[in-house]
């Protein structure tokens, strides 16, 4: 490593690798990426279903659709997305707006968990090649933004002459902490709370015709990525809480016969609560205390009897197939989840009951808690992202995307605005 760099990104997620890539493919400026992890590429790691349709995947209020379609370009010239082919959707989609529900028409590829390494090794070794150092297992501590020079955990320090903060949403509390730093005005006001609902594929078949179909629903609920084929659930530990979320291995694995994807409601808050990661974690702890320690489950049968499922009624009868997700608790998802919420979840439910009709089926499970915070956005300076002279924040914990290809995007644009100011 060198004492000093052009650009210095700390994050080598999609948001990372799009001014990586853009800075090494458009100029000769030295770029070095910080990764703490031993593993590069962040989010790309999780099953890798890229969207191509604006504006999945964007902020709305900080992207256009023109200059998003063009960016998007870019980034499928480097992720090359084979288009999964899309059937019968104008039956859905009429289907939906008879309730008043609207049904994205989206571009979409999917890679897989399994198959994702390879992509993330083959865009590693691309930008070596083009010249970019990339130092994994290398975290970023602090920032000396007089002398503009970064320290990393292990105490040495290296020099930059623009630095590109992109840590990811579960990097939020260091991106924070850098940004009180700076003096940067920030909120945090945004966030979605729902379930993840586990299925058998027959009861909900809409996924043979559109692998992640993307449904709003009144009341600010949507569905929100669907896996299926080799479909599981995951815990995601955050300090406080688990979160649960889903991904799918790619089409080489055997399919287990279930899908996956989460409800979610939107909340914005205001004063006096205004931040929505402390709502997530007083919400994700409550249904911690709830269910022992462990994120909760219900079978969608006992929710709509009003009583809580049970360990020893679990897999009896109707409620036919073990859920994927190991470690969690039979509950009642009712007691952990506030009723504004709930109500309108459950409507939601019934809407995509009425439009594929199944998903109620009492074998169905619902997760809870599936919480996606939404980032603290800073103040930005100039549409690039920059929140202080030389300093850029993007991605997902910067609140510039929502989704691989738009956190790639996002780095595309910083990368655009530090080439324009050389
Ligand atoms: C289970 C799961 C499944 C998902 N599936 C999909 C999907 O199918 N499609 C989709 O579009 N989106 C999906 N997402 C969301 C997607 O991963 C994110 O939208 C995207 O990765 C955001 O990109 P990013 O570059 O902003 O952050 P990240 O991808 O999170 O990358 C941030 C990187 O910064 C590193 N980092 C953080 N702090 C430091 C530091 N101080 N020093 C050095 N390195 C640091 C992290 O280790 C990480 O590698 C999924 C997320 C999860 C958790």
């Given at each position: 490593?060198?004492?000093?760099?052009?650009?210095?990104?700390?994050?080598?997620?999609?948001?990372?690798?799009?001014?990586?890539?853009?800075?090494?493919?458009?100029?000769?400026?030295?770029?070095?990426?910080?990764?703490?992890?031993?593993?590069?590429?962040?989010?790309?790691?999780?099953?890798?279903?890229?969207?191509?349709?604006?504006?999945?995947?964007?902020?709305?209020?900080?992207?256009?659709?023109?200059?998003?379609?063009?960016?998007?370009?870019?980034?499928?010239?480097?992720?090359?997305?084979?288009?999964?082919?899309?059937?019968?959707?104008?039956?859905?989609?009429?289907?939906a707006l008879n309730l008043g529900?609207?049904?994205?028409?989206?571009?979409?590829?999917?890679?897989?968990?399994?198959?994702?390494?390879?992509?993330?090794?083959?865009?590693?070794?691309?930008?070596?090649?083009?010249?970019?150092?990339?130092?994994?297992?290398?975290?970023?501590?602090?920032?000396?933004?007089?002398?503009?020079?970064?320290?990393?955990?292990?105490?040495?320090?290296?020099?930059?002459?623009?630095?590109?903060?992109?840590?990811?949403?579960?990097?939020?509390?260091?991106?924070?902490?850098?940004?009180?730093?700076?003096?940067?005005?920030?909120?945090?006001?945004?966030?979605?709370?729902?379930?993840?609902?586990?299925a058998r594929e027959e009861h909900y078949p809409i996924v043979k015709d559109y692998y992640d179909p993307k449904f709003i629903f009144p009341q600010r609920v949507r569905t929100f990525c669907t896996n299926s084929g080799s479909a599981h659930i995951v815990k995601e530990k955050?300090?406080?809480?688990?979160?649960?979320?889903?991904?799918?291995?790619?089409?080489?694995?055997?399919?287990?016969?279930?899908?996956?994807?989460?409800?979610?409601?939107?909340?914005?808050?205001?004063?006096?609560?205004?931040?929505?990661?402390?709502?997530?974690?007083?919400?994700?702890?409550?249904?911690?205390?709830l269910s022992g320690g462990q994120p909760m489950m219900q079978r969608i049968g006992d929710f709509r009897l009003g009583r809580r499922s049970k360990k020893?009624?679990?897999n009896d009868d109707l409620y036919d197939f073990q859920p994927t997700l190991k470690n969690c608790t039979p509950g009642d998802v009712s007691l952990a989840i506030p009723s504004k919420i709930l109500r309108d979840l459950w409507r939601s439910m019934k809407m995509l009951d009425t439009i594929i009709p199944g998903i109620m089926h009492p074998s169905t499970i619902i997760y809870y808690p599936e919480i996606k915070t939404y980032a603290i956005r800073p103040e930005f300076i100039d549409r690039y992202f920059q929140v202080k002279e030389d300093i850029y924040m993007i991605g997902d914990g910067a609140g510039t995307s929502r989704g691989i290809t738009g956190a790639w995007a996002s780095g595309i644009r910083a990368a655009q605005g530090i080439l324009l100011s050389r």
């Open positions: 490593m060198n004492d000093h760099y052009d650009v210095i990104i700390t994050g080598s997620g999609p948001a990372g690798l799009g001014t990586a890539f853009h800075i090494a493919e458009n100029s000769g400026m030295s770029v070095l990426i910080l990764e703490k992890t031993k593993i590069s590429s962040g989010g790309l790691r999780n099953d890798c279903k890229q969207n191509y349709t604006f504006p999945v995947g964007f902020t709305t209020d900080l992207w256009q659709q023109d200059e998003a379609d063009s960016l998007l370009d870019e980034v499928a010239s480097h992720l090359k997305p084979e288009y999964i082919q899309q059937r019968n959707i104008e039956v859905y989609i009429k289907r529900v609207k049904l994205l028409d989206i571009r979409q590829a999917h890679v897989g968990t399994d198959k994702s390494k390879d992509l993330i090794a083959g865009l590693i070794n691309s930008l070596e090649q083009k010249g970019v150092t990339v130092k994994l297992e290398t975290e970023m501590s602090g920032i000396d933004y007089v002398r503009r020079r970064v320290t990393l955990a292990d105490g040495s320090t290296a020099g930059f002459n623009k630095l590109v903060l992109a840590p990811g949403r579960a990097g939020y509390t260091w991106l924070q902490s850098v940004i009180e730093q700076l003096g940067v005005p920030y909120h945090d006001n945004i966030v979605d709370v729902g379930v993840r609902v586990e955050y300090e406080k809480y688990y979160s649960v979320n889903g991904h799918a291995y790619s089409s080489e694995h055997r399919a287990n016969g279930l899908v996956n994807f989460a409800m979610l409601r939107t909340i914005t808050l205001t004063d006096p609560v205004v931040s929505g990661h402390q709502f997530a974690e007083i919400l994700g702890q409550m249904a911690m205390q020893e009624t679990f």
